[in-house]
T-cell receptor
């Protein structure tokens, strides 16, 4: 049963440190999404890629966040420097175009 | 402007009674509509989707939704709630134009009373 995997599942770091979250999409999917979920803001779409090219990153704070797809099997979301307000659960999802999205289990980030 | 509105942030029903979670959208384009469910500490999972075929869509776990273009609604229903249905539910609209736009509703938390 193919699944989206995310690493790490949990991350605790101190303010100012760099954080890298990784996602392995389902093989064959051409679109990868990054979301952030907090109690206050709910679920926010940060960015998404099609065929490894960024299509929409308007939801992502550009000054400290960056998202890339080095190859078709890996998507990364990086925060540098991290701040306490970045504490959230970050979800990756993959799919074919903007049809059904298959979500990973999430990375719970805590920035102290 | 395109938008998705989930009319209730929290719905509480008794086990065995019907469930209704409401979703309205506004769009200039023909949308695709989805309902996702999120159980505690889990990722989202697709319940069902509408993509311009039958207006009544059946999903997993006994859920269904009806697309009503005249009302711009896509409400989620289930005839009889089960304790395992307690979760957060998201209505999602995908708008196909020159650049596809994905819009999530704010979510409805469903509680089930024994």
């Amino acid at each position: 049963d193919a699944r989206v995997t995310q690493t790490p599942r949990h991350k605790v770091t101190e303010m100012g440190q760099e954080v890298t979250m990784r996602c392995q999409p389902i093989l064959g999917h051409n679109t990868v999404f990054w979301y952030r979920q907090t109690m206050m803001q709910g679920l926010e779409l940060l960015a998404y890629f099609r065929n490894r090219a960024p299509l929409d990153d308007s939801g992502m704070p550009k000054d400290r966040f960056s998202a890339e797809m080095p190859d078709a099997t890996l998507a990364t979301l990086k925060i540098q420097p991290s701040e306490p307000r970045d504490s959230a659960v970050y979800f990756c999802a993959s799919g074919m175009n903007t049809d059904t999205q298959y979500f990973g289990p999430g990375t719970r980030l805590t920035v102290l | 402007a395109q938008s998705v509105t989930q009319l209730d942030s929290h719905v509480s029903v008794s086990e065995g009674t019907p469930v209704l979670l409401r979703c309205n959208y506004s769009s200039s384009y023909s949308p695709s509509l989805f309902w996702y469910v999120q159980h505690p500490n889990k990722g989202l999972q697709l319940l069902l989707k509408y993509t311009s075929a039958a207006t009544l869509v059946k999903g997993i776990n006994g859920f269904e939704a009806e697309f009503k273009k005249s009302e711009t609604s896509f409400h989620l229903t289930k005839p009889s709630a089960h304790m395992s249905d307690a979760a957060e539910y998201f209505c999602v609209v995908t708008l196909y134009s020159s650049a596809s736009k994905i819009i999530f509703g704010s979510g409805t938390r469903l509680s089930i009373r024994p």
